[in-house]
């Protein structure tokens, strides 16, 4: 099991630019999601999907794309990057919430996005 | 509205000394509580869940529904504990809540 794996691990971009962080897991989880890791703030909540086909905005949505066409791949769309967007992005993914198992949820390595 | 609150952006403590890393809450109903931890060129993991009532790594947690606290405690500090440590939530949704972290530092 590779578990959540993420790519690129590190991206630097320019104003205006899009690009795709690319998220995968090979537990069969259900419950996919995309974090933002900013220094005094924790991990916020952008994109989260429970399923393939299904897809729902988090906490800080705005200049942010997901799709779920498949369980095992979730991946972030940025749009138009902008430097308010210089973070750490981290992926994760559980079991869906009525299954025994769903209490932990297992994250990638994260990726580092500067924008420029 | 839920939100988790982590009043200390950075705790040191000597090895061998208690430890103690302060969570808390706001949610109307009965949340499930974790504490997830990173190691320095880590990804995150969790670390412990409230309804598990276990020991991990010497780490227990206690959820105070009347102070709506979720405390991190550890007798014993070791220098392997040095990490960043996250308090999270989860209400009835399916999504976690995370708080802003506190960054342990275990001197020697």
């Known amino acids: 099991n590779a578990g959540v794996t993420q790519t690129p691990k590190f991206q630097v971009l320019k104003t205006g630019q899009s690009m795709t962080l690319q998220c995968a897991q090979d537990m069969n989880h259900e419950y996919m999601s995309w974090y933002r890791q900013d220094p005094g703030m924790g991990l916020r909540l952008i994109h989260y999907?429970?399923?393939?086909?299904?897809?729902d905005q988090g906490e800080v949505p705005n200049g942010y794309n997901v799709s779920r066409s498949t369980t095992e791949d979730f991946p972030l769309r940025l749009l138009s990057a902008a430097p308010s967007q210089t973070s750490v992005y981290f992926c994760?993914?559980?079991?869906?919430?009525?299954?025994?198992?769903?209490?932990?949820?297992?994250f990638g390595p994260g990726t580092r996005l500067t924008v420029l | 509205a839920q939100r988790v609150t982590q009043p200390e952006k950075l705790l040191s403590v000597f090895k061998g000394a208690p430890v103690e890393l302060k969570c808390n809450y706001s949610y109307s109903g009965s949340p499930e509580l974790f504490w997830y931890v990173q190691y320095s060129r880590q990804r995150l993991q969790l670390l412990l869940r409230?309804?598990s009532r276990e020991s991990i790594k010497g780490f227990t947690a206690d959820l105070n529904k009347g102070e709506t606290s979720f405390h991190l405690k550890k007798p014993f500090a070791q220098e392997e504990d040095s990490a960043m440590y996250y308090c999270a939530l989860r209400g009835y949704g399916q999504n976690f809540v995370f708080g802003p972290g506190t960054r342990l530092s275990v001197l020697p």
């Open positions: 409230h309804i």
């Open positions: 999907s429970v399923g393939a086909g299904i897809t």
């Open positions: 994760a993914s559980s079991y869906s919430r009525d299954r025994a198992q769903a209490d932990t949820q297992y």
